[in-house]
């Protein structure tokens, strides 16, 4: 799977940071669908964790929710474009990010899709960590910021910033990796990797290392849209952002005028 290699990294990070500890409380994530159209965001929980907001919902433009989700949370959420749901569970389709016809999720989203992913800190003295990946490629734009008293309490090294992206990569993703909606238009942007597969692109084979598997010129176009967001699996992991366990966070569909953080 594509995104295995940075699901590793996150896991490596949390074997690191594990120690004992109170347990910290339950976080908000609360999502604001800044797009001109409605959003399904689907949620998909890892090691058993809590199922959010149902699996899916639906979001209409300007709209914002919130969910709370318990210490120790990891998961990924995604937002899935012109959706249909029939009547009958399963009958449904979504022009991006489908996960089998259902308005709640029990699977992944359909490639390309912009993934938000998250694991949260299980007692204070833990971390969290949070990125925005387009290893398995881009449909709208998602951007994610920390906030609360843990966030603005970030101890020192905490890179407790901005993740994902300030521009539109539909517009300026090349002929060979769009993806075309019912009338045309482009609706998602696929990964080199999946378009085209090679060790090059996928990091695999002998290029199954950060110092073997560098950018492309594809990784590179996501890279300018989206600077605060994995393009590719050995991307540079400062893209993975930590925060101190207890931060809420916010994430945005189609974020418009960002000041990304540095770092
Ligand atoms: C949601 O996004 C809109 C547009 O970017 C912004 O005006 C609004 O303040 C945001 N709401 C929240 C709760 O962040
Ligand atoms: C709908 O389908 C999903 C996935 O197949 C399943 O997990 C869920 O239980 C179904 N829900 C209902 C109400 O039948």
Redesign the pocket.
Known sequence: MATQPLNSVILHLLLLASGGGTASAARVFTFNNSCSHTVWPGTLSGNGAAVLGGGGFEMPANTVVAFQAPAGWSGRFWARTGCIFGTA??SGSCATGDC?G?L?C?AGGKTPATLAEFTLGRTEGDKDFYDVSLVDGYNIGVGVTAAGKAAEEGAAGDNCGYAGCVSDVNGRCPAELRVAGASGETVGCRSACEAFGGDQYCCTGPRSSPGTCGPTRYSQLFKTACPAAYSYAYDDSSSTRTCAAGADYLITFCPASISPAAG
């Open positions: 569970n399963g089998g259902t709640k029990s």
